[in-house]
């Protein structure tokens, strides 16, 4: 088989597979914060262990992102693969850390349970985000969370275009929408446990850590353009008190 035959099976199964384990992981995940623990795997433990269990789970997700995002492991990744390949690889060992946290998550005690109207409530502010991500995504003008179309143009020999400082839609109201609506996603389960208040806390500290870091790389990207950006829109909350610049 030619080597270039070759590259462009490796270069299909790559795509496939961040497909497969992007797609299903993240629509495992939304069905997790939506309806709870979905208790795939049950060790019986009691309630303490099995809190710390998940929490180690957390921070093996939390790690294998934040290594991953850094430039020093593409540098190191780039001695294998083709710069353009990041995308999907982070995508597809995202998929697989965030399977994990969701097959192996441990259930705990019931705390609280929403009823009649304020469970209405609770769903409508679960589904409302939804619509959000696609109005989000629809206003970057395109979206690629697996990281495909870089590996396209790679094999079409077609130069990636420097990204291009853009604000619509509700980048207007606050500049991270996407961490805004999956937070509110997160808090908008009707039936709190134990293990879903210890869910909450902590994946919700790790969003606003990493949205902070992210913000400094987009002032190292984009310069004083973001700084301005900055000054005029919040961070992460759509109000007035959180204008100041973070």
């Known amino acids: 088989m030619d080597p270039a035959d070759k590259k462009k099976i490796a270069a299909n199964v790559i795509i496939l597979l961040s497909y497969l384990l992007g797609a299903s992981s993240l629509l495992l995940f939304a069905v997790f914060l939506f309806a709870g623990n979905l208790n795939l795997i049950s060790f019986s433990w009691k309630q303490h262990w099995a809190l710390l269990f998940n929490a180690g789970l957390s921070f093996l997700f939390f790690i294998q992102h934040s290594l991953m995002v850094r430039k020093s492991f593409n540098n190191i990744l ?12 982070y995508s597809i060992t995202s998929g697989i850390f965030l399977l994990i946290v969701i097959i192996f998550w441990q259930s705990t005690s019931p705390l609280l349970e929403a009823q009649d109207l304020t469970r209405v409530i609770l769903r409508v502010m679960f589904i409302l985000p939804i619509v959000g991500f696609f109005w989000a995504a629809k206003s970057l003008g395109f979206f690629d969370p697996f990281g495909i179309k870089k590996i396209l143009d790679y094999q079409r020999g ?21 961490y805004f609506f999956i937070l509110i996603m997160i808090w908008s389960c009707p039936d709190l446990t134990s293990d879903r208040l210890l869910f909450n806390i902590i994946w919700s500290v790790w969003i606003i850590v990493g949205t902070i870091l992210e913000e400094r790389d987009l002032v190292s990207q984009f310069g004083d353009i973001y700084r301005k950006y900055q000054k005029d829109v919040p961070i992460l909350f759509p109000f007035k008190f959180n204008r100041a610049r973070l």
Do not use: D, Q, S, W
């Not at 130069?159 to 606050?174: D, I, M, N, Q, S």
């Open 158 to 178: 077609k130069k990636p275009a420097r990204p291009v400082f853009t604000v619509k839609g509700p980048y207007l109201l606050v500049r991270h929408p996407l």
């Open 78 to 89: 780039c001695r294998f693969l083709p710069e353009e390949f990041g995308g999907t690889v």
